[in-house]
Nanobody
Framework: HVQLVESGGGSVSAGGSLTLSCVAS???????MGWFRQPPGKQREGVAS???????SYADSVTGRFTISKDNTANILYLQMNRLSVADTGIYYC??????????????????WGQGTQVTVS
């Protein structure tokens, strides 16, 4: 069972930046890893992902502002978020899918989830 622990959330003014981190309890090089978020009163949605081959995908709403990256040595997933807006407010979750191949954020079906970290933009 893979454990995922997010950190880096907080409150920030519109236009600001935050970097989220997700530490995995075990080797994740062969996993797809991604970030999802749940805005207040809305369903959870995909934000960004990295597949087994290092391919990255982003939701249209964050393309050009957010960057996902992964440190395979340290088993850490990052999400650099720039030019944040109020619409980016929500709980951000780290997720992992085992043996997913080239899944994108639109097709990713996670097997494991973190507990979430709150991001508030005002």
């Amino acid at each position: 069972h893979v454990q995922l622990v997010e950190s880096g959330g907080g409150s920030v003014s519109a236009g600001g930046s935050l970097t989220l981190s997700c530490v995995a309890s075990e080797y994740t090089r062969d996993f797809c890893m991604g970030w999802f978020r749940q805005p207040p009163g809305k369903q959870r949605e995909g934000v960004a992902s990295i597949d087994n081959f290092g391919g990255k995908s982003y939701a249209d709403s964050v393309t050009g502002r957010f960057t996902i990256s992964k440190d395979n040595t340290a088993n850490i997933l990052y999400l650099q978020m720039n030019r944040l807006s109020v619409a980016d407010t929500g709980i951000y979750y780290c997720a992992a899918e085992v043996g997913c191949g080239r899944d994108t954020i639109a097709t990713m079906d996670p097997d494991y989830w973190g507990q979430g970290t709150q991001v508030t933009v005002s």
